[in-house]
């Protein structure tokens, strides 16, 4: 048996203010995406991240919204250790969460800020 990652999706409560934060982050996502129950973006890495206020309330009506701390965390690799510090600047400036601030963990170069539905994006270097 072949079991493979092909995609994360991230249930959102406001397209336009979830995918805000993402083109924020760096993903290229077009405006007319702001308008869709449903959005999907290929990464380089193969992995599609996609974006969704259809399937779910289509076919889990009676989904309860988690409560509590996050449940996922989605780790974005950038070029170096000032890339993760001015990505972390930009995205509190606009004034998403910062979880921690930029520094050395006992991994990689590290900093932690939450998307507007309380998903922590992790953002590292090294």
């Known amino acids: 048996m ?8 991230l249930v959102v409560k406001d397209m336009p203010a979830s995918l805000a934060f ?6 290229d996502l077009p405006p007319e995406a ?6 999907m973006k290929r990464m380089e890495s ?5 974006w969704d206020r259809y399937f779910v309330d289509t076919y889990d ?4 919204e988690p409560s509590g701390g996050y449940r996922i965390l989605l780790e974005f ?3 170096n250790n000032d890339a993760v510090d001015a990505k972390y600047e930009e995205l509190t400036g606009y004034g998403y969460h910062g ?11 590290a900093a932690m800020v939450d998307d ?11």
Request: charge should be negative; charged fraction near 30%; proline fraction near 9%.
């Open 2 to 9: 072949s079991l493979e990652l092909s995609m994360v999706g």
């Open 22 to 27: 993402y083109r924020r982050l760096g993903i």
């Open 34 to 39: 702001d308008e869709k129950r449903f959005v």
């Open 46 to 50: 193969g992995v599609t991240l996609f």
């Open 61 to 64: 009506p009676e989904r309860e």
């Open 77 to 79: 690799f950038l070029e």
């Open 99 to 109: 979880r921690k601030p930029p520094g050395q963990t006992d991994g990689p170069y």
């Open 116 to 126: 507007p539905d309380g998903n922590m994006v992790l953002l590292t270097a090294g």
